[in-house]
């Protein structure tokens, strides 16, 4: 294809002239080119191209964010109008289409969680008008039977089923399966082959769900990047947890995922980190000015920072034996919790402000040692006429097994605001509830003069704020009231925010909130690497110290509240555990 150009007036100097259409393969994908002019040469009257990197006044700039083709390749546009731009920009959206390749799609995590949570953004109308879905697996498997094998865990909301079958039929259509293995850049090419015809010449972005165990990796990103990623649009690639077993793991597998991705196409996931109590923690921290006087060591005596299961491995005994609580969920999920609780005012919401607010917080914190930590295990019990195995019971577990279902930490944050405060995290398998919440216990008033006259026990008058997301998700403020009559005591009562009574509707799942978020490019609730280096030296040490000693954990009964040994820890800090009766 020619280009063509419009000429210069021979009475001006220099003039800028347009492209009107040209050939896209004689010119490299990623040359950038501004302006060119063509401008009277000072010998006779011919006129020479020249090319400049200013923009000319009015000039209209095709190439669209994410974008890795040529700006030109775009439809050309006849006027520099505003309006004009505008529309171009609308058509260009309209002609590109979503493909999300979940990988591992044989998988538990893939039908019991991405796909629901794919379902319910589409029923919600978030997914663009042009997408589609490929599951992606070692396993040989039809369309059909992919379909057939996600519908029985598709369900639409209990306010929104009058037309649930349709829209399920309609999301069903829109699910396709290839087989392949992934360390395979043929069978990639083959998808890519596939993903193209069904993209039909539209702008294509590509999302990718590394739903597979952690050793596939870096092979499945290498060969989605050489053979399948996209050339129009933008590639992105959802990377879950675990990353890495220490610091070192850690940035073994950053180096190698920076091989074929940059940090911008990476969102390492930890679906804890989508659930609604980070949200909300921002929210009740920066939106309402009551709580930031109060939220600092002068009137916070500690902070615990809960997560307690009260399911045992449930089929999943391999995989957490490799490894264990502290990995689970106190690096990759309690830690992050603690660092959007205790971080600066961030400049603004954006997904790298409250990121490097975040870090600041983690590389203040001390290195644990065996000192500031307990481990547990449960082990088996009988009540009544059931009973409960031990973790040792679970056939992929070894019998001498020294990997903790329970830990308990102290942390400290060496900064100004938090110098000397204690941050306790708790989480465990096999407990007796299922919980996850922040305890904030206030520091005891001063001189208080209900304690002097009437002996009210000054930690059970202690002010303490929860914020909860199971069982039933709540924000409320424990505090001290008089109890009617004639006398002088003190009752503790809750101002309560109970959601499921103030927002009876149902609320999205985590997975769906991280799913659109990595859809959109938005990365506030996905982990950037110099954070996860951050968190892994907090625990690192920890870790092998306790693989090097072969530490015994404590035993705990199967639906118990955990080792005792928690309370002693506790104890040493002033710390009153959480009372889980309320």
């Given at each position: 294809?020619?280009?063509?150009?419009?000429?210069?007036?021979?009475?001006?100097?220099?003039a800028?002239?347009?492209?009107?259409?040209?050939?896209?393969?004689?010119?490299?994908?990623?040359?950038?080119?501004?302006?060119?002019t063509?401008?009277?040469?000072?010998?006779?009257g011919?006129?020479?191209?020249?090319?400049?990197?200013?923009?000319?006044?009015?000039?209209?700039?095709?190439?669209?964010?994410?974008?890795?083709?040529?700006?030109?390749?775009?439809?050309?546009?006849?006027?520099?109008?505003?309006?004009?731009?505008?529309?171009?920009?609308?058509?260009?959206?309209?002609?590109?289409?979503?493909?999300?390749?979940?990988?591992?799609?044989?998988?538990?995590?893939?039908?019991?969680?991405?796909?629901?949570?794919?379902?319910?953004?589409?029923?919600?109308?978030?997914?663009?008008?042009?997408?589609?879905?490929f599951?992606?697996a070692?396993?040989?498997?039809?369309h059909d039977?992919?379909?057939?094998?996600i519908?029985?865990?598709?369900?639409?909301?209990?306010?929104?089923?009058?037309?649930?079958?349709?829209?399920?039929?309609?999301?069903?259509?829109?699910?396709?399966?290839?087989?392949?293995?992934?360390?395979?850049?043929?069978?990639?090419?083959?998808?890519d082959?596939?993903?193209?015809?069904?993209?039909?010449?539209?702008?294509?972005?590509?999302?990718?769900?590394?739903a597979?165990?952690?050793?596939?990796?870096?092979?499945?990103?290498?060969?989605?990047?050489?053979?399948?990623?996209?050339?129009?649009?933008?590639?992105?690639?959802?990377?879950?947890?675990p990353?890495g077993?220490?610091?070192?793991?850690?940035?073994?597998?950053?180096?190698?995922?920076?091989?074929y991705?940059?940090?911008?196409?990476?969102?390492?996931?930890?679906?804890?980190?989508g659930?609604?109590?980070?949200?909300?923690?921002?929210?009740?921290?920066?939106?309402?000015?009551?709580?930031?006087?109060?939220?600092?060591?002068?009137?916070?005596?500690?902070?615990q920072l809960?997560?307690s299961?009260?399911?045992?491995?449930?089929?999943?005994?391999?995989?957490?034996?490799?490894?264990?609580?502290?990995?689970?969920?106190?690096?990759?999920?309690?830690?992050?919790?603690?660092?959007?609780?205790?971080?600066?005012?961030?400049?603004s919401?954006?997904?790298?402000?409250?990121?490097?607010?975040k870090?600041?917080?983690?590389?203040?914190?001390?290195?644990?040692?065996?000192?500031?930590?307990?481990?547990g295990?449960?082990?088996?019990?009988?009540?009544?006429?059931?009973?409960?195995?031990?973790?040792?019971?679970?056939?992929?577990?070894?019998?001498?097994?020294?990997t903790?279902?329970?830990?308990?930490?102290?942390?400290?944050?060496?900064n100004?605001?938090?110098?000397?405060?204690?941050?306790?995290?708790?989480?465990?398998?096999?407990?007796?509830?299922?919980?996850?919440?922040?305890?904030?216990?206030?520091?005891?008033?001063?001189?208080?003069?209900?304690?002097?006259?009437?002996?009210?026990?000054?930690d059970?008058?202690?002010n303490?704020?929860?914020?909860?997301?199971?069982?039933?998700?709540?924000?409320?403020?424990?505090?001290?009231?008089?109890?009617?009559?004639?006398?002088?005591?003190?009752?503790?009562?809750?101002?309560?925010?109970?959601?499921?009574?103030r927002?009876?509707?149902?609320?999205?799942?985590?997975?769906?909130?991280?799913?659109?978020?990595?859809?959109?490019?938005e990365?506030?609730?996905?982990?950037?690497?110099?954070?996860?280096?951050?968190?892994?030296?907090?625990?690192?040490?920890?870790?092998?110290?306790?693989?090097?000693?072969k530490?015994?954990?404590?035993?705990?009964?199967?639906?118990s509240?955990?080792?005792?040994?928690?309370?002693?820890?506790?104890?040493?800090?002033?710390?009153?555990c959480a009372?889980f009766?309320?």
């Amino acid at each position: 294809m020619a280009l063509r150009l419009s000429p210069c007036s021979p009475s001006s100097s220099s003039a800028a002239f347009s492209c009107s259409s040209f050939d896209h393969e004689t010119i490299p994908a990623r040359t950038s080119f501004t302006t060119w002019t063509c401008q009277r040469s000072k010998n006779g009257g011919k006129f020479e191209l020249k090319a400049s990197n200013v923009r000319p006044a009015g000039a209209i700039s095709l190439q669209t964010e994410g974008t890795r083709t040529h700006p030109l390749t775009a439809n050309p546009v006849k006027t520099r109008e505003k309006e004009s731009s505008l529309a171009f920009r609308e058509s260009r959206e309209e002609e590109s289409t979503l493909s999300i390749v979940v990988l591992g799609a044989s998988g538990d995590l893939a039908r019991n969680k991405i796909f629901p949570a794919l379902f319910a953004l589409f029923y919600e109308d978030h997914l663009p008008e042009n997408f589609m879905i490929f599951g992606y697996a070692r396993s040989t498997m039809t369309h059909d039977e992919l379909r057939k094998s996600i519908s029985k865990n598709l369900t639409c909301r209990i306010d929104k089923r009058e037309n649930c079958s349709e829209k399920m039929d309609q999301f069903l259509k829109r699910c396709f399966y290839h087989s392949g293995q992934y360390s395979s850049e043929e069978h990639f090419l083959e998808l890519d082959k596939i993903l193209k015809e069904k993209e039909a010449g539209r702008r294509s972005n590509r999302l990718y769900y590394l739903a597979t165990p952690p050793s596939l990796f870096v092979d499945a990103v290498r060969c989605a990047r050489r053979r399948a990623s996209s050339l129009s649009g933008w590639t992105r690639v959802i990377v879950e947890k675990p990353f890495g077993r220490d610091l070192e793991s850690s940035r073994g597998l950053t180096r190698s995922l920076r091989q074929y991705l940059s940090e911008d196409e990476i969102f390492r996931i930890d679906h804890h980190l989508g659930e609604e109590l980070f949200e909300n923690l921002l929210a009740l921290r920066f939106s309402n000015l009551v709580f930031e006087p109060l939220w600092s060591r002068n009137y916070i005596r500690n902070v615990q920072l809960i997560f307690s299961d009260d399911l045992g491995m449930e089929g999943q005994g391999r995989y957490f034996d490799d490894y264990g609580i502290i990995r689970d969920i106190l690096q990759n999920h309690l830690i992050h919790l603690l660092a959007l609780f205790a971080m600066e005012t961030p400049v603004s919401l954006d997904a790298e402000d409250i990121r490097n607010e975040k870090v600041k917080v983690l590389r203040s914190i001390k290195p644990l040692g065996l000192q500031d930590v307990v481990v547990g295990q449960y082990k088996g019990c009988s009540e009544g006429n059931a009973s409960y195995p031990a973790y040792t019971d679970d056939p992929t577990v070894s019998k001498n097994s020294l990997t903790p279902t329970f830990a308990a930490a102290t942390l400290f944050i060496n900064n100004a605001r938090w110098d000397g405060v204690p941050f306790m995290m708790i989480a465990g398998k096999a407990l007796q509830s299922k919980r996850a919440e922040i305890r904030v216990q206030f520091r005891h008033v001063p001189g208080n003069l209900y304690n002097r006259n009437s002996g009210t026990d000054l930690d059970k008058a202690t002010n303490e704020l929860v914020i909860r997301v199971q069982p039933d998700e709540a924000i409320y403020l424990k505090i001290n009231n008089k109890v009617p009559g004639l006398g002088k005591r003190l009752d503790c009562s809750d101002l309560n925010l109970l959601f499921k009574t103030r927002y009876p509707s149902e609320g999205p799942d985590a997975y769906e909130r991280l799913l659109l978020d990595a859809t959109k490019g938005e990365h506030r609730l996905f982990i950037r690497s110099d954070e996860l280096d951050a968190a892994w030296a907090v625990f690192t040490p920890l870790l092998k110290e306790l693989e090097r000693r072969k530490v015994q954990p404590e035993l705990y009964p199967y639906g118990s509240e955990g080792p005792v040994g928690v309370h002693y820890l506790a104890a040493r800090h002033n710390v009153r555990c959480a009372d889980f009766s309320n």
